[in-house]
């Protein structure tokens, strides 16, 4: 039983099916609409989704950008060009993509329709669980019933604001980090004519770096419509997501920068405001029955623009490390266990170093320019190798036909019986 049908959930629900277990997902909102913006996929998730036969379908809809801009927020120069396109492909052997969420997470649920073992019910909030030696039960608030499902295992998928998560013990839950991300999107001919011209040449991921700011712009939709998102320090608004931001403080916190950038801030008149949490000690196994997944064990900061990448590499190592006996799961989860921690601890890591170079300042910011402008770029690539080519995961190619027959494994076969 899978709790959120977000990309840790959907994601998890095809690794586990490839498994040959039987699953079934539950999320509270009715529909999944548009909800998110943007998204960065590099080779260390395409590489799973390609395996689970959803980068396909995600394709059509996703631009793949030939480099990575770093540019200086107040003049406009570009500090480093890092090529992205067949550069990565080659070097990590899995593209290096841009999209937006609801592109993702629509390539995520075809695939989930259309897998005979899996069933997705919206509407179903999972308002409480037990775990016992054999599995876990699931009592679901469906609006005008209360269903219990029970089955081998649940994961908790159910992001930043899991109550999987904070149920029964008691676990310091996701802090605000101080920053705000704000997101928009103009379609591409939309696009400021200034902004057009600081542009670089082709579909490219620029980011503008500034002192304890910065500006991130890409094409999604198949590139007919552009994302921004901008980060700036901020005070904690509570619990808060994803509401109507002010665009004249957003003009404000990029005060003295260039032109083009005022003027996109303008033109994309509803820009969304995320205050930006942070689980500050990742935890993913509750029981043996019970398991975290994605933003709900160890939401992280966008700025190594990972978290996503992470949902997928945890839901496919964790149905690879349970795809054995049922008697080897609690070793399987302990290594699990461990080598998602060390993972999300080093990209947690890259994510602080990312902050300090982007948002430097005074002598910081001129030696973090003299750095980016002198490296030779393939060094810039070679310090990513250990993040996007990693292929740690344990979950190897699925052959399509191959799966093992959900009897011979200790499936996930929710019981359903009504109660209250
Ligand atoms: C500004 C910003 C930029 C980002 N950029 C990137 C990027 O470039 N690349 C990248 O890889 N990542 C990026 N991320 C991170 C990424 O968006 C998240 O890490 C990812 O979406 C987390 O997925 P999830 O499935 O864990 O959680 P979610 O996507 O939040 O899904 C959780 C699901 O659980 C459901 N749910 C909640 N409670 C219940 C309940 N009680 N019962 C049933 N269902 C429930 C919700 O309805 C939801 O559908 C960014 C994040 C932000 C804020």
Redesign the pocket.
């Known amino acids: 039983m899978i709790?959120?049908?977000?990309?840790?959930?959907l994601t998890a629900a095809l690794a586990f099916a490839a498994k040959g277990f039987s699953v079934a997902i539950?999320?509270?909102?009715p529909r999944l609409s548009d909800v998110?913006a943007g998204?960065?996929?590099a080779p260390n998730?395409t590489r799973l989704l390609a395996r689970l036969g959803v980068l396909e379908r995600l394709m059509a809809h996703a631009v793949i950008p030939d480099a990575l801009y770093l540019q200086n927020g107040t003049s406009g120069e570009t500090l480093l060009r890092m090529a992205l396109g067949d550069a990565a492909e080659a070097r990590w052997n899995a593209p290096y993509l841009v999209c937006h969420?609801a592109d993702l997470q629509a390539a995520l649920v075809a695939a989930v329709s259309e897998h005979p073992d899996i069933t997705l019910s919206l509407g179903?909030?999972?308002v409480s669980h037990r775990a016992d030696q054999d599995g876990a039960t699931v009592q679901i608030d469906a609006g005008d019933r209360i269903e219990e499902h029970r089955g081998a295992l649940l994961l908790g998928?159910?992001?930043?604001w899991s109550?999987r998560r904070s149920a029964g013990e008691h676990r310091p839950g996701a802090a605000f980090t101080g920053h705000i991300?704000w997101?928009a999107s103009l379609p591409r001919a939309a696009l400021p004519q200034a902004f057009e011209n600081l542009l670089p040449e082709g579909n490219s991921v620029s980011a503008w770096l500034g002192r304890g700011v910065h500006f991130i712009a890409y094409p999604v939709r198949a590139g007919k419509s552009f994302n921004f998102?901008a980060i700036t320090k901020g005070r904690d608004p509570g619990r808060e997501w994803s509401s109507q931001g002010d665009s004249i403080a957003l003009s404000a916190a990029f005060s003295g920068w260039h032109r083009a950038i005022h003027d996109v801030i303008r033109a994309a008149e509803q820009w969304t405001f995320?205050p930006?949490f942070q689980i500050a000690h990742p935890h993913f196994t509750l029981s043996e029955r019970v398991v975290l997944l994605?933003?709900?064990a160890h939401a992280m900061t966008?700025f190594a623009?990972?978290?996503?990448?992470m949902?997928i590499e945890d839901a496919c190592a964790l149905a690879a490390a349970l795809s054995g006996e049922e008697t080897g799961w609690p070793a399987s989860l302990a290594r699990f266990n461990r080598a998602r921690l060390t993972r999300i601890a080093s990209v947690t890591r890259r994510g602080l170093l990312n902050r300090f170079a982007y948002h430097a300042a005074g002598p910081f910011a001129l030696g973090r320019n003299m750095l980016l402008r002198s490296r030779p770029p393939e060094r810039f690539l070679a310090d990513l190798d250990w993040l996007y080519g990693y292929d740690g995961t344990g979950f190897g190619p699925v052959e399509v036909g191959a799966a093992i027959p959900p009897s011979a494994l200790p499936g996930i076969s929710p019981t359903r019986g009504e109660i209250g």
């Open positions: 709790s959120g049908a977000g990309i840790a959930g539950f999320d509270k909102t998110g998204l960065q996929l998730a969420r179903s909030n999972v998928c159910d992001g930043v109550t991300a997101r998102v995320w930006l994605g933003d709900a966008p623009a990972q978290g996503a990448a949902a």
